[in-house]
């Protein structure tokens, strides 16, 4: 297939905002991922994975100090919006992929949108 | 079942727990064992089978672990040891010396051992399959739905990570604890073989098997005295594995999923059914606790000769108990699926509602009520969220049918 590409759909919010959610406001943010996934296969878009990721205070970095790797706790960087899923979209279609995207930004948060690189066709 | 399968299948914890006490090393052990099934498979079908397989095993591999270690001397490696108290290192030498005519039976010590704390419980689950019931690699990784090299170097991973671990029995007020471990190892090994994941395989209940087994055998190798809560909860535990895994034949028509109203109850296990509800008998009233009602309410469908004379009622109020324990998204799923069946569809979605759960059993429950209550269009978006979450292509398949049916409807 030519002019597929696979997007990576990053998720970044405010982790506290989603911690002090009632049931019923996290239950309508499952609703509205519900639906951005039903949007998509009904256009044409692809869903290959995803995940909704933990709080980054379970988040482990591994550095490398000249020596050897070390590993610390907490999120790469710090800051009040954290990575908090993603999606991998294979789209034919970025901007109408982008239209959809526009339901899963809310107050705690955008959605940045990123094509991942295709080796494939790499000479070797 | 050749009679080597055999030996393998009911002895393979006992005697490496056996080497494991002798030796105080789980790579030793575990080896020797192997070498001496292979050595068996080879030679017992030309020389006949030894009176006692499991002591020419035994011996075999206790010979095998000492050529080893000679090896190794030379060699002069360090490699860790378990920590084994002296008395219980000689006693399994001593039954190694009595040609292993009793064994003792050291797989409570085994199986708290690869259910150690340490490691993640998936770990635990994988080690104590290959270990203590000496299922193959190559099952556990299809059991988990992950490549055989990627199982293989989860499994020494988590050897690695027990090097210095302690091969000895908890004092009896840590005892409870730690077998409430194994038994949630257990259960997640159980409906890791169960709960289709991604991809074509419908259920690896064979395997799935192998985790309700060892439930069985820490139930028989667990001293008497254990706390009435703690005994209820394992009993309870065994009889839920046992009534799940008597539906197994039932579950699959055709390679496509079955789901319970519409299985073949003739299919299912009765003697299975019999022995969990017998399980379950003395603890009817008992105080609730989670594997315990969860048990429950599996019997309920059990022992209901036809899907139409279920006791919803009952269910409900198990489920009702179940959220005073545990509160999660899934309780409250399973919950609002009977409310639906007692009360009608639309009390189901009314339970439904403030249920947040990602992923696609939510809106499949939802859309297969909106079908009931005739909201065809509505149900048919919830179908089409299912479809885009769901990786199975059994479930997949059961979706895409219901969906059509709304069409025809």
Same mark, same amino acid.
């Given at each position: 297939?030519?002019? $597929?590409?696979?997007?990576? $759909?990053?998720?970044?919010?405010?982790?506290?905002?989603?911690?002090?959610?009632?049931p019923?406001?996290?239950? *309508?943010?499952?609703?509205?991922?519900?639906?951005?996934?039903?949007?998509? *296969?009904?256009?044409?878009?692809? @869903?290959?994975?995803?995940?909704?990721?933990?709080?980054?205070?379970t988040?482990k970095? &591994?550095?490398?100090?000249?020596?050897?790797?070390?590993v610390?706790?907490?999120?790469?960087?710090?800051?009040v919006?954290?990575?908090?899923?993603?999606?991998l979209?294979?789209?034919?279609?970025?901007?109408?992929l982008?239209?959809?995207?526009?339901?899963?930004?809310g107050?705690?948060?955008?959605?940045e949108?990123?094509?991942t690189i295709?080796?494939?066709?790499?000479?070797? | 079942?050749?009679?080597?399968?055999?030996?393998?299948?009911?002895?393979?914890? !006992?005697?490496?727990?056996?080497?494991?006490? +002798?030796?105080g090393?789980?790579?030793?052990?575990?080896?020797?064992?192997?070498?001496a099934?292979?050595?068996?498979?080879?030679?017992?079908?030309?020389?006949?089978?030894?009176?006692? /397989?499991?002591?020419?095993?035994?011996?075999?591999?206790?010979?095998?672990?000492?050529?080893?270690?000679?090896a190794?001397a030379?060699?002069?490696?360090?490699?860790?040891?378990?920590? =084994?108290?002296a008395?219980?290192a000689?006693?399994?030498?001593?039954?190694?010396?009595?040609?292993?005519?009793?064994? &003792?039976?050291e +797989?409570?010590?085994?199986?708290?051992?690869?259910?150690?704390?340490?490691?993640?419980?998936?770990?635990?689950?994988?080690?104590?399959?290959?270990?203590?019931?000496?299922?193959t690699?190559?099952?556990?990784?299809?059991?988990?739905?992950?490549?055989?090299?990627?199982?293989?170097?989860?499994?020494?991973?988590?050897?690695?990570?027990?090097?210095?671990?302690?091969?000895?029995l908890?004092p009896p007020?840590?005892?409870?604890?730690? =077998?409430?471990?194994?038994?949630?190892?257990?259960?997640?090994?159980?409906?890791?073989?169960?709960?289709?994941?991604?991809?074509?395989?419908?259920?690896?209940?064979?395997?799935?098997?192998?985790?309700?087994?060892? &439930?069985?055998?820490?139930?028989?190798?667990?001293?008497?005295?254990?706390p009435?809560?703690?005994?209820?909860?394992?009993d *309870?535990?065994?009889?839920?594995?046992l009534?799940?895994?008597?539906?197994?034949?039932?579950?699959? !028509?055709?390679?496509?999923? $079955?789901?319970?109203?519409?299985?073949?109850?003739?299919?299912?296990?009765?003697?299975e059914?019999?022995?969990? $509800?017998?399980?379950?008998?003395?603890?009817?009233?008992?105080? /609730?606790?989670?594997?315990?009602?969860?048990?429950?309410?599996a019997?309920?469908?059990?022992?209901?000769?036809s899907?139409?004379?279920?006791?919803?009622?009952? @269910? #409900?109020?198990?489920?009702?108990?179940?959220?005073?324990?545990?509160?999660?998204?899934? #309780?409250?799923l399973?919950?609002?699926?009977?409310?639906?069946?007692?009360?009608?569809?639309? *009390?189901?979605?009314?339970?439904l509602?403030?249920?947040?759960?990602?992923?696609? +059993?939510?809106?499949? #429950?939802?859309?297969?009520?909106?079908?009931?209550?005739?909201?065809?269009?509505?149900?048919?978006?919830?179908?089409?969220?299912?479809?885009?979450?769901?990786?199975?292509?059994?479930?997949?398949?059961h979706?895409?049918?219901?969906?059509?049916?709304?069409?025809?409807?």
């Open positions: 297939m030519t002019g $597929v590409t696979t997007y990576a $759909v990053l998720l970044p919010g405010d982790e506290s905002v989603w911690e002090a959610a009632s019923e406001e996290r239950a *309508a943010t499952y609703a509205r991922h519900e639906e951005f996934s039903r949007l998509l *296969a009904e256009r044409g878009h692809t @869903i290959v994975g995803g995940a909704e990721l933990t709080h980054s205070r988040a970095v &591994v550095r490398s100090n000249g020596s050897g790797a070390v610390s706790d907490g999120p790469y960087a710090e800051a919006e954290q990575l908090s899923g993603f999606y979209v294979q789209s034919d279609d970025l901007d109408d982008l239209q959809l995207c526009g339901l899963l930004a107050d705690d948060g955008g959605v949108v990123r094509a295709d080796h494939e066709g790499d000479p070797s | 079942m050749t009679v080597l399968e055999e030996v393998v299948r009911d002895d393979w914890g !006992r005697l490496l727990a056996l080497l494991v006490a +002798r030796f090393r789980l790579d030793l052990a575990e080896d020797a064992l192997a070498d099934v292979e050595a068996a498979a080879r030679t017992w079908p030309a020389d006949g089978v030894p009176a006692n /397989p499991a002591a020419w095993l035994l011996t075999a591999a206790r010979r095998r672990a000492l050529d080893r270690l000679r190794e030379v060699a002069a490696r360090r490699v860790p040891v378990l920590a =084994v108290e008395e219980l000689q006693e399994a030498q001593r039954t190694m010396a009595d040609s292993g005519e009793v064994l &003792v039976d +797989r409570l010590r085994l199986v708290l051992l690869c259910a150690h704390p340490s490691l993640s419980r998936e770990a635990a689950a994988a080690l104590t399959l290959r270990l203590v019931m000496g299922v690699t190559e099952d556990v990784a299809r059991l988990f739905l992950v490549p055989t090299p990627t199982m293989a170097a989860r499994l020494t991973r988590a050897r690695k990570r027990l090097a210095g671990a302690r091969f000895e908890p007020d840590a005892l409870p604890g730690r =077998v409430t471990f194994v038994e949630d190892v257990a259960y997640l090994a159980f409906t890791a073989g169960y709960a289709p994941g991604s991809g074509a395989d419908v259920l690896r209940a064979d395997v799935a098997g192998e985790a309700l087994r060892l &439930v069985a055998v820490l139930r028989s190798v667990l001293p008497a005295g254990l009435e809560r703690d005994q209820a909860e394992l *309870a535990l065994l009889a839920l594995m009534l799940q895994h008597s539906r197994r034949d039932a579950r699959v !028509r055709d390679g496509a999923l $079955v789901l319970l109203p519409d299985q073949d109850r003739g299919l299912w296990r009765h003697d059914v019999a022995e969990a $509800v017998e399980l379950l008998q003395p603890w009817v009233h008992a105080p /609730p606790s989670p594997y315990l009602l969860q048990a429950l309410v019997a309920e469908h059990a022992i209901a000769p899907p139409g004379e279920t006791a919803w009622e009952r @269910i #409900v109020q198990r489920y009702d108990e179940l959220l005073d324990l545990v509160d999660s998204p899934v #309780v409250r399973n919950r609002a699926v009977a409310v639906a069946e007692a009360s009608g569809p639309q *009390a189901g979605l009314a339970a509602s403030g249920v947040a759960l990602p992923g696609h +059993r939510l809106p499949a #429950v939802r859309a297969e009520l909106l079908a009931r209550l005739g909201r065809y269009d509505e149900a048919r978006t919830a179908y089409d969220a299912a479809l885009a979450m769901c990786g199975n292509d059994a479930e997949r398949a979706l895409l049918t219901r969906r059509a049916e709304t069409d025809a409807g």
